[in-house]
């Protein structure tokens, strides 16, 4: 009886309550996008309620003053009946927004750009929002990179390039930045002769304007996560491999050397053999672009970045392998960065192991477990671990204790499943734990856990 009086009151409250929500009017059930994606990391990276589907970014550099002028226009998805929605935008003046056109409200909060359109967006509804905006792009300090900061800057002899992971792209152009909201491009870099604007994807067009700067148009076609996103500005030579059907084109400062320019002959074995291995090369073109004063190497997506002064084999190969994991096959948490750094590092030996036979590999897998050196756990760094070496080396050697216990041939039956199956996506640790016990039929719990999480590191198998 208790129940059946409960019941009905509940029926009654429920009617009540949507009679009360006809009465209203629609904007109720309207709601702000979420200022952030749930990173564990960084909460405030990305936004929710939409997701965009391209971006095309129209920007003219100044290269006296460092500035930018531009353009962004974001094609995207509503994902809820939007009444207003962010973008991630560092720094940088802002001066219109429209959203389908029509002049909308926007208002800055730190490095949130908060836009209330004029009319609301319905949830599955297209929209578009175009950004003008422009100003001095102010590098980004972030603690999980300590030794760079990140976004558009110039290094050395007036060389500029953006250089964003994890958290940089924001300082130069509005975005929803987090890996998990991937998106194609279109980059308009207008620049002063003689120099040249290089970018992710592949050269469409390159445009004499009337000022008598040229406009380099490139076109990225597959998704992209936003720290992937490359400008590097500078006077640089172009060096061409046309041989098959991906394109490598790198991109040298006039001053480099012929040793440096050298040292990337080996990219074409390397992609042909990782193809083999993974599946084909995920992106329409490949190369490197080398920048003066830039200090580390980026796999910023079909168009890795390197210093100035050259690179050793391992890292050439270590940034093209990221364009399978990494770029193509992306994390959904920054905490998860172990299925970037560790496979990457992992391949440098098995690299080794093909070019100097098992004992290279073997040696190098030895070194990446010092005796004396805490390797810390790589399953679940904090910020300013994200890119220690405890999460390559500790990480690449996971994989290394899964090939010992699964075997040769289910590893790599592992490894271009787990590929294929995520290809232009995003994954967490659980995925790919999935498709290795799936594949083996065994259950692996234990070695992951120990290898992942465990505070102390397990001994080499
Ligand atoms: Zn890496």
Redesign the pocket.
């Known amino acids: 009886m208790t129940s059946i009086r409960i019941s009905t009151f509940k029926l009654r409250l429920l009617s009540a309550l949507s009679l009360t929500l006809l009465a209203l009017p629609l904007a109720f059930a309207q709601q702000p996008g979420a200022d952030g994606l749930g990173d564990r990391l960084y909460p405030r990276l990305g936004n929710g309620g939409y997701d965009v589907r391209h971006y095309s970014i129209d920007l003219a550099f100044t290269p006296e003053s460092n500035s930018i002028a531009a353009t962004a226009v974001l094609d995207a998805v509503a994902l809820l009946d939007l009444a207003s929605f962010n973008l991630d935008l560092y720094e940088l003046t802002v001066d219109s927004v429209r959203v389908n056109g029509i002049r909308a409200a926007f208002a800055r909060e730190e490095a949130e750009l908060v836009i209330s359109p004029a009319q609301s967006i319905a949830a599955g509804a297209a929209f578009q929002v175009a950004v003008t905006y422009g100003g001095v792009p102010q590098p980004i300090v972030d603690p999980a990179v300590p030794f760079v900061k990140l976004g558009w800057q110039e290094w050395d002899d007036g060389y500029v390039a953006a250089v964003s992971q994890p958290s940089g792209s924001m300082n130069w152009f509005p975005c929803n930045n987090h890996p998990l909201d991937k998106a194609t491009y279109t980059l308009r870099i207008a620049v002063p002769r003689p120099l040249t604007a290089v970018a992710n994807g592949v050269l469409s067009e390159t445009i004499a304007n009337d000022d008598g700067t040229r406009a380099f148009v490139w076109e990225m076609e597959q998704p992209m996560a936003s720290y992937l996103a490359i400008v590097a500005i500078g006077d640089f030579v172009a060096v061409r491999d046309d041989s098959e059907a991906v394109p490598i084109r790198n991109f040298f400062p006039a001053s480099a050397s012929d040793a440096s320019i050298a040292g990337y002959d080996v990219t074409r074995d390397m992609m042909v053999w990782l193809s083999d291995m993974l599946g084909p090369y995920p992106f329409a073109a490949y190369g490197v672009v080398a920048v003066p004063g830039f200090p580390a190497a980026l ?1 910023t997506q079909s168009i890795s970045i390197f210093r100035a002064s050259g690179a050793g084999e391992l890292v050439v190969l ?2 093209l392998l ?1 364009q399978w994991f ?1 770029n193509s096959v992306t994390l959904s948490q920054w905490s998860d960065i172990w299925l ?2 560790g496979f ?1 590092t992992y391949f440098m030996a098995l690299w080794l192991g093909k070019q100097f036979g098992a004992d290279a590999y073997s040696s190098f897998i030895s070194s990446l477990r010092t005796p004396d050196m805490a390797l810390n756990a790589p399953g679940n760094p904090e910020k300013t671990e994200l890119f220690a070496w405890s999460v390559y080396a500790r990480g690449a050697l996971v994989l290394h204790a899964l090939r010992s216990e699964v075997g040769e041939e289910t590893f790599f039956e592992i490894l271009r499943t787990f590929y294929s199956e995520n290809a232009y996506g995003n994954v967490a640790t659980a995925d790919f734990i999935a498709v290795a016990e799936a594949l083996s039929g065994r259950e692996l719990d234990d070695l992951f856990d120990a290898w992942l999480y465990g505070e102390r590191i397990p001994d080499l198998p």
């Open positions: 796999e270590h940034e990221h990494g970037h750094e990457a």
